[in-house]
């Protein structure tokens, strides 16, 4: 099992940026893809960004494309999500997950597909 705890979050400006941070531990960070969803009031979670294990490959969704960009560091078993240009309807709850299952070709999108998950972390971008 691994263990994901997120950081990160805050209140910030339109237009600002911020970076969230999902340190893994309890066991080896380079067996999953790692994904960054959100969820925010009355609406369902939806996928945001996410990475492959071994080559990096990383999918977007197309509201972020531009404004946000996942990475890895596996020295420090920790992903990021770097998020600028942020926007009000950004604000929402962000969770980080990880997928033990090896897929080629692109990261996984659906929630479903993800196998451990953070507390998240609460994000809010005021206008």
């Known amino acids: 099992q691994v263990q994901l705890v997120e950081s990160g979050g805050g209140l910030v400006q339109a237009g600002g940026s911020l970076r969230l941070s999902c340190a893994a531990s309890?066991?080896?960070?380079?067996?999953?893809?790692m994904g960054w969803f959100r969820q925010a009031p009355g609406k369902e979670r939806e996928f945001v960004a996410a990475i492959t294990r071994f080559t990096g490959i990383t999918d977007y969704t197309d509201s972020v494309k531009g404004r946000f960009t996942i990475s890895r560091d596996s020295t420090k078993n920790t992903v990021y999500l770097q998020m600028n240009s942020l926007k009000p309807e950004d604000t929402a709850v962000y969770y980080c997950?990880?997928?033990?299952?090896?897929?080629?070709?692109?990261?996984?999108?659906?929630?479903?597909?993800?196998?451990?998950w953070g507390q998240g972390t609460q994000v809010t971008v005021s206008s």
């Open positions: 309890g066991s080896t960070f380079s067996r999953y893809d």
């Open positions: 997950a990880a997928e033990s299952t090896f897929h080629l070709g692109t990261p996984q999108r659906e929630a479903a597909e993800y196998d451990y």
